[in-house]
């Protein structure tokens, strides 16, 4: 007589170690500082928990311009991981996004990543990145968007989630 196997589905977060399992509100905890946004694509989107492919995104309202995207933290924050996504379907065209983080109330920022991302409606047309990073005291975090360091589009981002 067979036994049955004995099994559960592991959700992603089961699976992270303890310290870094807690999800930042980033809505409720920080004012969203952006520098363009479309009516139809607002920055929002970024936060509203719609990710991956298909999901709600924030568009700038400008082919070919560098956008800026400033998290501005109520309380200093202990940051151990960054996921962001970006989707580009139409689009042959390589995106590039710098992230900086500031200590000490956005006097100063320090690099903390400059990413490229090839984007081809032939082939990769969704990026997803999951960094693992060591951050406390962060008051600001920093997101420069070049949606057109080859080709040309509009910067965008369809989700950006930070765990303590
Ligand atoms: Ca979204």
Not at 68 to 92: A, G
Not at 143 to 163: E, Q
Request: proline share 5%.
């Amino acid at each position: 007589m067979m036994t049955q196997v004995r099994k559960r589905l592991l959700d992603d977060a089961r699976l992270l170690p303890a310290s870094i399992k807690a999800e930042l509100n980033v809505t409720a905890g920080a004012t969203i500082g952006y520098s363009s946004e479309v009516p139809e694509h607002p920055i929002d989107n970024v936060f509203d928990g719609r990710d991956g492919p298909g999901g709600t995104y924030w568009e700038s309202p400008q082919e070919n311009r560098a956008e800026v995207l400033l998290i501005e933290f109520d309380q200093p924050q202990k940051i151990s991981r960054l996921i962001f996504e970006v989707e580009e379907r139409q689009s042959e065209r390589t995106q590039e996004i710098r992230l900086e983080a500031s200590c000490d109330s956005g006097i100063q920022f320090h690099q903390l990543l400059v990413q490229e991302f090839v984007f081809s409606p032939a082939g990769a047309t969704f990026q997803r990145e999951d960094l693992r990073m060591s951050l406390s005291g962060v008051s600001h975090l920093r997101l420069t968007i070049v949606p057109n360091k080859n080709g040309s589009g509009r910067a965008r981002l369809t989700s950006l989630r930070l765990f303590t």
